[in-house]
């Protein structure tokens, strides 16, 4: 922020307050939604408007610049903002399809290409990474995240903000990255997106928290408020979050910028009378930009002006918009360069990397009797169900300028991969189970469709549609190899079709190269490592089976009818968190601690050894969980506090290291203070979040 002070202070003394406000005023423009020009130029050339989020060509994007730069009194350059989430034309997999591969160099990869395609479109700002656990897959936005666990989380947010912005945001090929929503999204009530949020502020410092910590500390420019009230107060006018926690507590100096409209949606809280009131419970509370509405542009100079709000705080929020500005370089070059898009948008280079990215994100659930990969002298294949051949929901939700025709769909990926086999398609379930019988294998794909998931998509219900389990029952029936891929946005309930099927893959949305991706799997080019991030559930109903559970005073059991379980359900979910098969198979032995009597703060550190026993290449992520025995807060069963992905050729062992700061094992108190008292540990190697090897370390105050 020191940086461009005496500029950003010279500047600030030449504006007037509407010149001051407009900075804080990001409005829509986009060519989908009518003529942009009309709708602004006036206020941009009044200096009313600091940034727009934007639907344009780099051309249009320019002559708004141009408008800003030229024709305005002070010449402010504008920022142009866009929802870049997974990809930017090229379309890599949903982030939770991503976060799968527990691969942070991937995570980061993906990031700076999609800075590089949406930078060369003209664009400054992104509003990625969203990192909101969710622990609730009724809840549309689990597709947008990493899933339930914090550390995993933790990781990818840094990997985001690290793609996205790189070095230095002023180069022309990143993105100013925008950590949203804050905070605790993801738990609103009953999944409904929207919904209250009600939590100590242990969980809060706890869960959801050390994510925006990562993405502030790994250098995020901005963030974005949520829309929901937490403990009461919506978030976007919530005084102790925005200041209290964000800015004091966690050291945040950027922008804070609100969700759409969600300053004025104080009034519908019913925490505002009015847009006013609105207006300056926002302002005062710290959100410093207000996303598609006016109630900034229409009320803040009176308020300033009787005395209710104090201008420097809208002076405050001026100068660290200005400070971004300067600091994207926009006051030296506020054009883009409009031949860049054809050079640097959807690259071959970026379609390879998607393809990495989608199959390192597949996560294989079944594969019973070795059912895959499939056999090298296949020569019939039936490819069913609707979504094998949709191109378009392979983008999933967010897709940005991701095109439906440039996607290739299940089936074009197995055409292509098994061009000398005869593919067949299926009309409808009568029609697959005549041609299943003619078929060495039966290919069913079946999930949902993109808009199912993502923003305002929360769903009561898990479940596969009527249609889709009738094609998985009537296929089981015919005696052939019966491979299911489920394309989703969230976990699914797939307890019934799981029996029904000798493999099952989990194909989330994976994108542009989606189907390409899932056929050099199914030919066993590759094989899958994705391991879940989310906790697969066994029945509708069975929410919050996230794995970081505490142990209660009864754990679940089924040979005692008192414990903490439903009499409907089964006790377990159906896949947990941190599970995903391979082609072959790892042995995990001779776990070893160096240091098994330590102090608080010191480092831990330890080995383990992995042999790949299969058949197959492939590549397996360890994950480290720590338990601590006893604390006067009662402590998750697990938590994930380290992992690495390691490749290991057929027949080998590895040796792999692990070394972590024992800083990191302690808990949130009630007064949200962070507690580390010394106790035992157990230490757990293992491919998953069930079973592995443990030890016991006793880590001493
Ligand atoms: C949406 C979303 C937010 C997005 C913003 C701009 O409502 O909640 O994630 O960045 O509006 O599109």
């Known amino acids: 922020m020191r940086q461009y002070e005496e500029q950003i202070e010279k500047l600030l003394s030449q504006m007037t307050l509407d010149e001051k406000i407009g900075q804080l005023t990001q409005m829509g423009a986009n060519v989908l939604y009518g003529d942009i020009f009309e709708a602004n130029t006036d206020y941009i050339k009044r200096g009313e408007i600091g940034s727009f989020i934007v639907g344009c060509t780099p051309t249009q994007l320019n002559e708004l610049q141009r408008i800003a730069v030229e024709e305005s009194r002070l010449g402010i350059p504008l920022l142009f903002a866009k929802d870049v989430i997974h990809g930017y034309r090229t379309i890599f997999p949903i982030p939770i399809a991503e976060s799968c591969t527990w691969d942070m160099n991937l995570a980061e990869k993906s990031a700076y290409a999609a800075a590089k395609e949406a930078s060369a479109s003209g664009l400054h700002w992104t509003f990625s990474p969203m990192v909101d656990i969710a622990r609730d897959s009724r809840w549309g936005r689990i597709a947008e995240g990493a899933g339930e666990d914090t550390y995993l989380q933790c990781r990818i947010a840094e990997a985001k903000v690290k793609g996205y912005q790189g070095d230095d945001i002023a180069d022309r090929d990143r993105l100013i990255a925008c950590a949203k929503h804050f905070v605790a999204y993801g738990a609103a009530i009953g999944g409904r997106d929207y919904n209250s949020v009600d939590m100590s502020l242990e969980t809060l410092y706890e869960i959801y928290l050390p994510p925006f ?391 831990l550190y330890g080995s383990v050894e992995i042999t790949n026993t299969g058949d197959f290449d492939g590549a397996e992520v360890v994950q480290l969980y720590i338990s601590q025995l006893y604390a006067r807060k009662v402590r998750p069963v697990r938590e994930l506090k380290w992992f690495n992905k390691v490749f290991i050729r057929k027949g080998e062992t590895i040796k792999v290291e692990f070394e972590l700061d024992t800083s990191t094992f302690g808990y949130y108190n009630s007064s949200a203070g962070y507690v580390n008292d010394g106790e035992m540990f157990k230490i757990t190697l293992s491919p998953s979040s069930e079973g592995g090897l443990e030890d016991i370390i006793n880590l001493i105050k």
């Open 213 to 603: 910590q990562a993405a502030i500390d790994a250098g995020a420019e901005s963030v974005m408020t949520a829309f929901h009230d937490f403990n009461g107060v919506p978030c976007t006018g919530n005084e102790y979050l925005l200041k209290t926690v964000l800015r004091e507590n966690m050291g945040f100096d950027g922008v804070v910028i609100s969700d759409s409209c969600s300053v004025r949606e104080l009034v519908v809280h019913r925490m505002a009378r009015d847009e006013a009131e609105a207006a300056k419970y926002s302002i005062t509370a710290g959100t410093d930009v207000e996303m598609h509405t006016t109630t900034y542009r229409e009320n803040l100079k009176k308020l300033c002006e009787n005395g209710e709000i104090d201008v420097r705080i809208v002076d405050d929020a001026v100068r660290r918009v200005l400070s971004l500005k300067f600091r994207k370089g926009l006051f030296d070059n506020p054009y883009v360069d409009e031949t860049r898009e054809k050079k640097e948008v959807f690259t071959a280079e970026n379609l390879d990397l998607a393809l990495k990215i989608a199959q390192d994100s597949i996560v294989l659930l079944k594969n019973e009797n070795q059912s895959l990969p499939l056999a090298k002298n296949i020569k019939k294949i039936l490819v069913a169900g609707a979504l094998a051949y949709s191109k378009e929901d392979m983008l999933g939700c967010w897709a940005a300028c991701g095109k439906a025709e440039e996607c290739i769909s299940i089936y074009e990926g197995i055409k292509n991969r098994f061009a000398e086999c005869e593919i067949y398609k299926a009309e409808d379930i009568d029609d697959a189970v005549i041609k299943a019988a003619a078929c060495d294998a039966v290919i069913a794909v079946v999930g949902e469709t993109r808009d199912m998931s993502g923003e305002a998509k929360s769903r009561a219900s898990q479940k596969l549609s009527k249609e889709q389990s009738l094609l998985l029952s009537a296929l089981s029936h015919t005696g052939k190899t019966l491979i299911t891929i489920v394309v989703a946005g969230r976990p699914l309930v797939l307890t019934e079709e799981e029996k029904l099927c000798s493999s099952m893959i989990m194909a989330w949305h994976l994108g542009t190269q989606a189907g390409n991706a899932l056929a050099n799997i199914l030919a066993g080019d590759v094989s899958p490592s994705g391991k879940l991030t989310t906790t697969f559930p066994s029945a509708d109903g069975q929410t919050h089976m996230y794995y970081n559970h505490n142990n209660t005073g009864k754990p679940a059991r089924d040979d005692f009818f008192a414990t903490s379980k439903y009499i409907d359900a089964p006790i377990k979910p159906l896949y947990p968190f941190g599970y995903g098969l391979s082609y072959t198979t790892f042995s995990y032995n001779n776990l070893k601690i160096n240091n098994k009597d330590l102090r608080v703060g010191e480092k």
